[in-house]
């Protein structure tokens, strides 16, 4: 508050200049820091506006884990190959009968979303249902998610908001942090429906691209739990807005080379109806 009345009283000593004096105090970068490092991919800290946030720009591996249809014991018909979920004896993507990586894959019955399929885990669940159910995990083909390694845990939560941004075709999506990868694997990871909301290809199995995605996080933002499509959507708009929008984003961005400026037709890739989704 104490900072707009300084911009008013400049704006009305100043006439003529006010506008872009105010343009520039709104879109000069915010103050940011190394906060970790993940193999060549660097996050950088950068609150805005009472929001806090981190920023980094990498490429995105498609995640199907939590689809109903991620994983099939045919491997030529689940979205993704078997060998992203595990192996006999270590099945780290997949339900077991014994809940521990050593047991044997639970298969969908009748009843279940996808009868045959095996039943595929995400990070963050919904402890009403049980751990057979399908249903307690983050459905990657309806919900924009991104993954985390486990450093980029410690600084955000399962079920925390974010902004994910196409650099290259300028298309912005709201998504939740909904799973953590292995600490071996590249940072730059979303969802089968965070790839579609961006125009990236989708296919979990050839889809992705190698650079060119923006992930800002939003540490503490949410309750550790899911949330449905449409709270991602608005929950995440706003604490963009708050940061700073697309103004604060692109001053962020003019110090990171061959950056492409986020336009204001970018922010309206949040709303849900302009997310592809899987029926």
């Given amino acids: 508050m104490k ?32 906060l970790f490092q993940h193999h060549s991919t660097v996050a950088w800290s950068c609150t805005s506006s009472g929001v806090n946030a981190f920023v980094y720009k990498a490429g995105m591996a498609v995640d199907a884990d939590g689809a109903f249809r991620a994983y099939h014991p045919n491997n030529r018909l689940g979205l993704d190959s078997i060998e992203h979920a595990g192996r006999p004896g270590h099945w780290w993507a997949l339900a077991t009968d014994t809940g521990k990586t050593t047991g044997h894959p639970i298969v969908q019955r009748k009843g279940d979303p996808a009868p ?3 039943v595929s885990m995400t990070s963050l669940f919904d402890d009403r249902h049980s751990e057979r159910d399908p249903r307690r995990f983050v459905d990657a083909a309806k919900i ?16 925390d908001f974010a902004t994910v941004i196409n650099l290259r ?10 799973d953590e990868s292995s600490s071996d694997l ?16 989708s296919s ?41 929008g697309r103004d604060k984003l692109n001053a962020f961005l003019r110090t990171e080379p061959e950056t492409t400026p986020v336009t204001a037709r970018s922010e ?12």
């Avoid at 075709?169 to 909904?178: L, P």
């Avoid at 899911?226 to 959507?233: A, D, F, Q, T």
């Fill in 204 to 244: 979990p199995r050839n889809g992705g691209i190698d650079d060119g995605v923006a992930y800002l996080i939003y540490p503490g933002s949410g309750n550790a739990k899911p949330r449905r499509l449409k709270e991602i959507v608005a929950i995440s708009r706003t604490h963009f807005q708050t940061w700073g």
């Fill in 186 to 201: 590249k940072m730059g990871e979303g969802s089968i429906a965070l790839a579609k909301a961006l125009g990236i290809h």
């Fill in 3 to 34: 900072f707009t009345f300084v911009l008013l009283i400049v704006a009305l000593a100043v006439p003529g200049s006010s506008q872009d004096f105010i343009q520039s105090a709104l879109s000069k970068p915010p103050s940011k820091f190394k």
């Fill in 116 to 118: 045959g399929y095996y």
């Fill in 169 to 178: 075709n300028r298309k912005m999506a709201g998504a939740i942090v909904a």
């Fill in 144 to 159: 924009p998610y991104v993954v985390l390694p486990p450093i980029g845990s410690r600084h955000a939560k399962l079920g």
């Fill in 268 to 279: 309206e890739t949040l709303r849900p109806q302009e997310q592809p989704l899987e029926k």
